[in-house]
């Protein structure tokens, strides 16, 4: 009686069942959090809300406080609870007190204590369970017999009638144990595949977070690094600014100095004047002459005029060379911080393909119907291909090609242990080069033989920039449009010094660029 009374205690009032994860309202009522939250979520838009228990009003939606301690016991009482599927059962043949059941008959559709067991039939029709309150479960819906087969076939379970007589007749069945043993086996294969799986996904998990931490680590570095530039981009842009101002300045004020010196002459030639108009009005010849030499009238020349006309207007094109050779001067500096090197490509004639010209500044490379007549060597390409003679180990570079409008060619980066010979010898088709490829009007990117295709509306007539960054280990391609375009990026751990390549077909023709700072 008093676990009845207690439980009753421990019932939401809404749901009717033991409380789950309890909350109370500021009136001391409680609810379980998810019964509580539908109703105050019906209750929205509303003139306001209130407690479903003593209807206290609210203006705003009211706070939701966790009542741990009823949680406590609620989550306690259930722990002591007896198994809810045979909780309930009692023998149906105690009449005078309830007795709990501790099997069920199908056949008798009755439940049994120990005492009516021991007497109930053990012939095998009738089947044994344990108690259950809902006997129907385990019988057929049509012929309201046990249950004792599975149709594989329809995958599901059926009575020996529907087997004989029935929709299953002449399907394949087995006993429930038979087909419960299959399933369990499945089953547990099934849970060996999630679990490698899981196994997996929680290794990858692991690799994910220590590259990202390694990302990080990069991306924290280099985040310093451009902000230090930055601000020592904007202190010598400052320090730049005041220098041409004061150029400026200083023209301007040569006027305010000759002015200053103008008025102060303007002054003594009064002086004079009046001095002079003072002696042409005396009678007394004597003190007339006896009075000493105002001075040469010719210092009254202007000695001020060249200086005048030196600096009679301001000197734009001074001002104008002192700014451009100060910005010039700090994106020397911005370009070296990055360092990033224009490279100076020249091609390799000894490794150029027969089919293929090569202009006599090593920069050009044009297919040619007629063959060239070089030596066959074991460096030189069967296909009309070509690498630099110059190769890169390290640092940041980059080089541009003008295609042209070309619509057959490729150009990367290549070890120089790429294949000579063969269809694998080509740009991309091996894992010793990375290349971009140009089909007709189709662009992709190739290493390994994989081939990644890339969107269309790349223009045709623009230069295309190959950037190496060896220590990062990236290859990537740009579009040279407006705005430049990137169009892919490999990434791998270069073991070899990397030349550039090329590979032209049809009637296309390459030249390279070095590339230059700030483009």
């Known amino acids: 009686m008093a676990s009845a009374d207690l439980s009753e205690e421990l019932k939401c009032s809404l749901c009717l069942d033991i ?64 198994d809810q599927e045979g909780a309930g059962v009692h023998c149906n043949y105690c009449i005078h007190s309830p007795v709990p059941a501790v099997m069920s008959c199908l056949l008798c559709d009755a439940s049994m204590c120990n005492k009516h067991l021991r007497v109930h039939s053990k012939a095998p029709e009738h089947v044994l369970c344990a108690p259950t309150t809902s006997p129907e479960t385990r019988k057929c819906s049509v012929h309201k017999k046990i249950l004792e087969y599975y149709c594989t076939k329809d995958a599901s379970c059926v009575c020996v009638t529907c087997t004989l ?196 500044d090593r920069k050009s490379a044009s297919r040619s119907q007629i063959g060239q007549n070089r030596p066959e060597t074991p460096e030189r390409f069967e296909w009309s291909q070509v690498l630099s003679s110059r190769s890169f180990s390290s640092g940041k570079h980059y080089w541009e090609v003008d295609v042209g409008g070309s619509e057959g060619w490729a150009v990367g980066m290549c070890y120089p242990s790429i294949a000579r010979r063969g269809g694998q010898s080509l740009i991309g088709n091996n894992n010793k080069s990375w290349g971009l490829r140009r089909d007709g009007n189709q662009y992709s990117v190739r290493h390994d033989g994989e081939v990644i295709l890339l969107p269309d509306g790349i223009p045709s007539d623009r230069r295309v920039r190959i950037s190496l960054d060896y220590e990062a280990g990236q290859i990537s391609f740009y579009a040279l449009c407006d705005p430049i375009r990137h169009l892919h990026t490999f990434t791998a751990t270069f073991t070899e010094p990397l030349h550039a390549g090329l590979w032209v077909w049809g009637d296309s023709c390459i030249k390279i660029f070095g590339g230059s700072q700030g483009v």
């Open 19 to 82: 409380y789950t994860d309890p909350v109370m309202l500021r009136c001391g009522h409680n609810f379980c959090r998810v019964c509580i939250g539908r109703v105050l979520d019906s209750q929205e838009g509303s003139a306001g809300y209130s407690c479903p228990e003593c209807r206290e009003k609210y203006k705003e939606r009211p706070g939701l406080h966790r009542n741990i301690a009823l949680r406590n016991i609620a989550e306690r009482f259930l722990t002591t609870q007896p």
């Open 165 to 360: 007589a029935g929709e299953h007749r002449g399907h394949q069945v087995e006993t429930l144990q038979e087909a419960s043993e299959k399933k369990k086996k499945k089953l547990r294969n099934d849970l060996q595949t999630l679990m490698a799986e899981t196994e997996e996904a929680k290794k990858r998990v692991q690799s994910l977070e220590e590259r990202r931490r390694k990302v990080q680590e990069k991306a924290d570095g280099e985040a310093e690094r451009v902000t230090d530039l930055f601000r020592d981009l904007r202190r010598r842009l400052e320090e730049l600014e005041k220098r041409v101002l004061s150029d400026i300045m200083r023209h301007v004020q040569c006027y305010d100095d000759i002015i200053r010196q103008l008025e102060i002459k303007q002054e003594e030639l009064s002086r004079k004047m009046r001095h002079i108009e003072e002696l042409c009005n005396m009678t007394d010849p004597l003190t007339v002459l006896q009075e000493s030499d105002t001075g040469d009238l010719c210092d009254t020349e202007d000695r001020h005029d060249k200086r005048l006309h030196d600096g009679g207007d301001l000197d734009v094109v001074g001002i104008s060379q002192t700014l451009h050779t100060g910005l010039a001067d700090i994106m020397s500096g911005v370009t070296g911080g990055i360092s990033v090197q224009p490279a100076d490509i020249l091609l390799d004639v000894n490794t150029a393909g027969n089919n293929l010209h090569i202009s006599d």
